[in-house]
Nanobody, 121 residues
């Protein structure tokens, strides 16, 4: 199995910055795409940003130009640098990864437990 643990959330004023981290651990053979999702109270979970194994990135329109996703393959870690934060960015941020464990031949999608980001106005 693969475990994903997020960190770096917190309370910040509008206009501030936070950097989220997500570390994958377990009997990992390979990780391809990694992503950040968020879910605000009363809303559906939405994709914030993703990055492929080759480093190709994609972003939700609402965060383009403010958020940057990156990864460290050697550390099985994905980051989300969030700048110019807005109250609408408030939510529980989840890490997601497509990974294959040593004992299996297929890739599965794994989720972390989430880290809370609250942006005050």
């Amino acid at each position: 199995q693969v475990q994903l643990v997020e960190s770096g959330g917190g309370l910040v004023q509008a206009g501030g910055s936070l950097r989220l981290s997500c570390v994958a651990s377990g009997s990992i053979a390979s990780i391809t795409s990694m992503r950040w999702f968020r879910q605000a109270p009363g809303k559906q979970r939405e994709l914030v940003a993703g990055i492929t194994g080759g480093g190709i990135t994609n972003y939700a329109d609402s965060v383009k130009g403010r958020f940057t996703i990156s990864r460290d393959g050697a550390k099985n870690t994905v980051y989300l640098q969030m700048n110019s934060l807005k109250p609408d960015d408030t939510g529980l941020y989840y890490c997601n990864a497509d990974a294959k464990v040593i004992a299996e031949y297929i890739f599965r999608t794994y989720w972390g437990q989430g880290t809370q980001v609250t942006v005050s106005s």
